[in-house]
C-alpha cells in the first residue's frame, strides 16, 4: 500500500517552473544572424584557459621564456573574449524569461563569474613579469582556472543540451 501512494505522490508532482509565464521563451535575444553570440564566443577562451595551462607546464618543464610570454597572451585573450561571452551570457539571462526562470542558469552565471575572476587575477599578476609570475602562483591559477572552467562548461552544456536554452537565434 505505501508503494502505491508513492507511486500517486509522483504522478502529482509537477515543476513549477513550467507554471511560469515565459518559461518556454528560450530564443536567444543577442544573436547575430540567428546565431546566438554567447554560444558563438565561450568556445574561445575556453580554449585559451587550457593553453594557459599548458604553456604554464611547458615553461616549467622547459624554462624557455617562449611559453611564460604565450601563456600571458593566451590568459589575456581568454579574459578578454571570456568578457564579451560574459557580457552576452548575462544578456541572455536577464532578458530571456525562460532562462532566468531556471536555477541552474543562475549556478552557470555565478561560476561563470568566478572563472572570470581568476583569469582577470591570472593576467594581472603576470603583467608586470611574465616569466617570474608562472611559478608557482601562475601556475597554481591556470590550474584552479581550468577546473572552473571544466565546471563552467558542465553547467552551461546541460542548460543547452538538457534545457535547449539559448539555441535559437532571434
Same mark, same amino acid.
Given at each position: 500500500?505505501?508503494?502505491?501512494?508513492?507511486?500517486?505522490? =509522483? =504522478?502529482? $508532482?509537477?515543476?513549477?517552473?513550467? =507554471? !511560469?509565464?515565459? %518559461? @518556454?521563451?528560450?530564443?536567444?535575444?543577442? *544573436?547575430? %544572424?540567428?546565431?546566438?553570440?554567447?554560444?558563438?564566443?565561450?568556445?574561445?577562451?575556453?580554449?585559451?584557459? %587550457?593553453?594557459? &595551462?599548458?604553456?604554464?607546464? $611547458?615553461?616549467?618543464?622547459?624554462? @624557455?621564456?617562449? /611559453?611564460?610570454?604565450?601563456?600571458? /597572451?593566451?590568459?589575456?585573450?581568454?579574459?578578454?573574449?571570456?568578457?564579451?561571452?560574459?557580457?552576452?551570457?548575462?544578456? =541572455?539571462?536577464?532578458?530571456?524569461?525562460?532562462?532566468? #526562470?531556471?536555477?541552474? #542558469?543562475?549556478?552557470?552565471?555565478?561560476?561563470?563569474?568566478?572563472?572570470?575572476?581568476?583569469?582577470?587575477?591570472? /593576467?594581472?599578476?603576470?603583467?608586470? @613579469?611574465?616569466?617570474? *609570475?608562472?611559478?608557482?602562483?601562475?601556475? &597554481? +591559477?591556470?590550474a584552479i582556472?581550468?577546473?572552473?572552467?571544466?565546471?563552467?562548461?558542465?553547467?552551461?552544456? !546541460? +542548460?543547452? %543540451? @538538457?534545457y535547449g &536554452?539559448?539555441? !535559437?537565434?532571434?
Open positions: 500500500m505505501a508503494t502505491q501512494e508513492i507511486e500517486g505522490a =509522483e =504522478e502529482r $508532482l509537477i515543476d513549477p517552473i513550467v =507554471e !511560469k509565464p515565459g %518559461f @518556454d521563451d528560450t530564443e536567444s535575444r543577442v *544573436a547575430l %544572424f540567428g546565431h546566438p553570440i554567447h554560444a558563438m564566443s565561450v568556445a574561445f577562451p575556453v580554449a585559451l584557459t %587550457f593553453c594557459t &595551462l599548458g604553456a604554464d607546464a $611547458l615553461y616549467w618543464w622547459t624554462g @624557455d621564456p617562449f /611559453w611564460a610570454r604565450a601563456a600571458i /597572451w593566451a590568459v589575456g585573450g581568454a579574459f578578454l573574449i571570456g568578457m564579451v561571452a560574459g557580457l552576452s551570457g548575462t544578456a =541572455e539571462l536577464l532578458l530571456v524569461p525562460g532562462i532566468r #526562470a531556471r536555477a541552474a #542558469a543562475w549556478t552557470h552565471f555565478i561560476i561563470a563569474v568566478t572563472l572570470l575572476s581568476l583569469l582577470g587575477a591570472n /593576467w594581472g599578476y603576470r603583467l608586470g @613579469d611574465a616569466e617570474g *609570475a608562472v611559478l608557482p602562483y601562475g601556475l &597554481l +591559477l591556470s582556472s581550468a577546473g572552473v572552467v571544466i565546471l563552467t562548461g558542465w553547467h552551461g552544456g !546541460k +542548460l543547452v %543540451f @538538457d &536554452l539559448g539555441t !535559437k537565434g532571434s
